[in-house]
């Protein structure tokens, strides 16, 4: 990923409450709810996300400041100087480790080509020691350089898959596909990581595959945390003289009873109807929204026209 202080468009010397402010805008500029026909939406979402997890953390933000992580979060392999007890970084950042028995019996013992052979000769000749056969005094200890084989990708779901899970198939960098679970609850933002999944290279274990997930924009639903929020269109007379209506959810339809009098902008309450995630289950709140009939309807008028004559009221008289 790129510097997370170029992601956010910030000063390395940036104050945390810049960098919030920062994070804030870009997360709410390149939002996926905001940009349904940008197909790229989501992974700067996703790479918004990630910078700001890098330094908008006090403790990540030193240690991304110090080389200690790259901008993904991960340890990042440390050159000179080197090593923990007992060891060293060589050129090139492999691990070298003093053992002894060389002539001198110590760190002096062998020169900086003897170093050298001792990482690089065997290779080239096939197995043979340091410098005219004698015994190095160094070894490598550990692994060698670190590689990167973890593969970054951005998945959109439905509101109703974040909600009950459900698979579905992405497609990796590498041209790969395959399926993917995606588990009841997932939110925007969240990342799923699968196991070896990821990209391969001779003499290191498999990466991960990290798929951030972005939730596509609902019909009718808007999410609110936990929460959904509806306009749920009623007739004139409905709003009048009250009735059960149907009111969609996650699940099946079900009725709400609408009270006589009901004025356009009036929120319900269902309780338990909105979205299951971490332990906690929201509501769905379902607002009314009056809506007549198509064209004019002269019978209509002349009902408006003579109740106002007989039950004039001003609903503006608060406003001045």
């Not at 349904?36 to 990630?50: G, L, S, V, Y």
């Not at 898959?161 to 009841?184: C, Y």
């Not at 007739?235 to 009048?240: D, G, H, S």
């Not at 109740?307 to 009221?313: G, Q």
Request: no cysteine.
């Amino acid at each position: 990923m790129r510097d997370p202080y170029e992601v956010l468009g910030v000063q390395r010397s940036a104050s945390a409450a810049t960098i919030k402010s920062a994070y804030r805008k870009l997360a709410k500029k390149h939002h996926p709810d905001n940009n349904k026909n940008d197909p790229k939406a989501a992974a700067r979402f996703a790479e918004i996300n990630t910078a700001n997890e890098i330094v908008g953390d006090e403790d990540k933000r030193k240690q991304f400041d110090r080389g200690e992580i790259d901008a993904d979060g991960k340890p990042r392999f440390q050159g000179f100087p080197g090593g923990g007890a007992g060891g060293r970084a060589g050129p090139g950042g492999f691990e070298y480790s003093f053992r002894g028995g060389g002539p001198g019996g110590g760190m002096g013992g062998g020169s900086f080509e003897d170093i050298l052979n001792s990482m690089f000769g065997n290779a080239a000749r096939g197995g043979g020691g340091a410098r005219g056969g004698r015994a190095s005094p160094f070894e490598f200890e550990g692994g060698g350089v670190g590689v990167d084989l973890d593969l970054s990708v951005a998945m959109t779901v439905s509101l109703e898959e974040s909600a009950g899970g459900g698979d579905k198939r992405v497609r990796l960098p590498t041209g790969r596909e395959l399926n993917v679970k995606i588990p009841p609850g997932v939110a925007a933002g969240q990342q799923i990581r699968l196991k070896g999944q990821g990209d391969t290279a001779q003499g290191h274990p498999p990466g991960d595959l990290l798929i951030t997930i972005s939730i596509a924009p609902h019909p009718f639903f808007k999410v609110d945390g936990n929460d959904l929020r509806i306009d749920l269109p009623v007739t004139l007379y409905e709003a009048v003289l009250g009735g059960k209506v149907r009111v969609p959810t996650l699940g099946s339809a079900v009725e709400l009873s609408i009270p006589k009098n009901t004025s356009s902008g009036r929120t319900f309450r269902l309780k338990g109807k909105g979205l299951a995630r971490a332990g906690a289950v929201g509501d769905l709140y379902v607002t009314t929204r009056i809506i007549l009939p198509d064209g004019n309807d002269a019978e209509l008028e002349a009902l408006m026209q003579t109740w106002r004559e007989r039950n004039s009221y001003n609903p503006r008289s608060d406003l001045g």
